[in-house]
């Protein structure tokens, strides 16, 4: 990746906060409770969805129809901003801030913040001083982009020297490690490579991650440690749903070469606070499919790149979330803590605790390579030899609601197996 080495271990494993459903008081101090749960779990890397100050402004021709469709009839969208260096109150405030970090360090935990580059709010605060911050038309109105915000105008120095001052002012006021990015890849690269070098100057292992697939050779060059993955997301979730089958991962995979690149390296989900606010009620836990989460699960673990959790994800909550509610306004979607204390949400933990463990014990799982293996049963069962030149693992998850009785097509070997619903196998060759 000339010359960047990328911060983001093979062996980490990233768990996302979003304060307004992670706890009933949905605050940094709330949450900044439970980070000894998390640090339990074996993860290494806390996200935190935006936590500076919201535009709350009413006029709905600026809000994005997700907002409207919620509703919850909160102005206040947390990827709408008004103030980049202002910690929002319904979180808390500068020393709460200071305080989760602390913390989060304690428990060997790195946080990354949410910088939202693409587009701000009507009212945001710096467009008092400097309305040249926004796109405009030839009349002097904003131009606003997908969600129906203001789309911030890159071409303007001073826009590029306010942004990355943002980017270190929470590296040295918070000591945070670094950065998700949103909409990552409607800014300009060179913004974020010079973000990067900027950022290495207070804390040279800040990490940066990016929320886009269509680039990740030119992200991972000198910007960006990690891409999402939205193709491997969403065929999971369609998985989960039951639309589609295990049979379809490999097309899906051949269609992303570059999810198989050598060196590069992806972020690995089925959940996270935009799925889980568009799924509604029909959270893939709420109804009924824990096995196959589990299995879902699996992957995430054993395939290459970096899994990513969302939280409640351990104790297997089912609730509707939304990213328009938090207390004060809408139906207050909380995570359902108390699944913890249930067998299906003591699994969960267990689960996830073993497989983090699975792939820090094994070179294979963290960085080997992704060899397809053909089996009888392709409609349910997922099966692959993670491999390096010391350890070859063969892995088969069974993604379906049925048992599923196969065999598995391993040069040299021949292997067979029953896996009840959402039952999987990791097994030494």
């Not at 467009?127 to 405009?136: M, N, S």
């Not at 670094?178 to 207070?202: I, K, Q």
């Not at 989900?269 to 109804?287: G, K, L, T, V």
């Not at 673990?301 to 297997?316: I, S």
Request: hydrophobic share 35%.
């Amino acid at each position: 990746m000339d010359g960047q080495k990328n911060r983001l271990s093979k062996g980490s494993v990233v768990y996302q906060i979003f304060l307004r459903s992670f706890t009933l008081d949905g605050t940094l101090a709330a949450a900044e409770q439970l980070l000894p749960h998390i640090a339990s779990l074996g993860v290494d890397v806390v996200y935190l969805c935006p936590v500076v100050l919201a535009d709350g402004d009413e006029r709905r021709e600026f809000w994005s129809e997700r907002q409207r469709q919620s509703g919850m009839e909160n102005p206040k969208n947390p990827y709408r901003l008004s103030d980049y260096f202002a910690i929002d109150p319904e979180y808390g405030t500068d020393e709460d801030l200071r305080n989760f970090v602390r913390t989060a360090h304690q428990c060997k935990l790195r946080v990354l913040l949410d910088l939202v580059y693409f587009h701000c709010g009507p009212a945001a605060r710096c467009l008092e001083e400097h309305p040249d911050f926004v796109k405009r038309d030839e009349n002097g109105n904003p131009v606003n982009g997908r969600w129906h915000f203001p789309q911030l105008n890159f071409d303007n120095p001073e826009l590029r020297e306010y942004l990355w001052s943002n980017m270190e002012y929470f590296l040295r006021e918070f000591d945070v490690d670094g950065y998700r990015c949103d909409v990552s890849g409607a800014v300009p690269l060179d913004f974020w490579e010079e973000g990067r070098r900027r950022m290495e100057r207070w804390k040279p292992a800040s990490l940066l991650l990016a929320e886009s697939e269509s680039t990740p050779v030119e992200d991972q060059k000198s910007a960006f440690d990690a891409n999402y993955s939205f193709a491997f997301s969403f065929l999971l979730n369609d998985i989960l749903k039951g639309e589609k089958t295990a049979e379809e991962f490999w097309t899906m995979w051949e269609e992303h070469p570059l999810y198989h690149e050598p060196g590069l390296c992806f972020l690995r989900c089925f959940d996270n606070h935009d799925i889980a606010s568009d799924n509604y009620d029909a959270r893939p836990e709420r109804n009924g499919r824990n096995a196959m989460v589990d299995a879902a699960l699996a992957v995430l673990f054993t395939m290459n790149g970096v899994p990513f959790l969302y939280n409640g994800q351990e104790v297997a909550d089912g609730r509707r979330h939304s990213l328009f509610s938090n207390r004060f306004t809408g139906k207050n979607l909380v995570v359902d803590w108390a699944r913890g204390l249930t067998l299906a949400g003591e699994g969960r933990m267990q689960l996830i605790r073993e497989l983090v463990q699975l792939r820090r014990d094994s070179r294979a799982l963290q960085s080997g390579e992704v060899v397809k293996v053909d089996n009888s049963t392709p409609k349910q069962v997922l099966s692959y030899l993670r491999r390096t030149p010391e350890e070859s693992l063969l892995v088969a998850v069974n993604l379906s609601a049925a048992p599923a009785e196969t065999e598995f097509s391993v040069p040299g070997v021949k292997e067979r197996a029953t896996l009840p619903p959402g039952g999987w196998i990791v097994q030494s060759l």
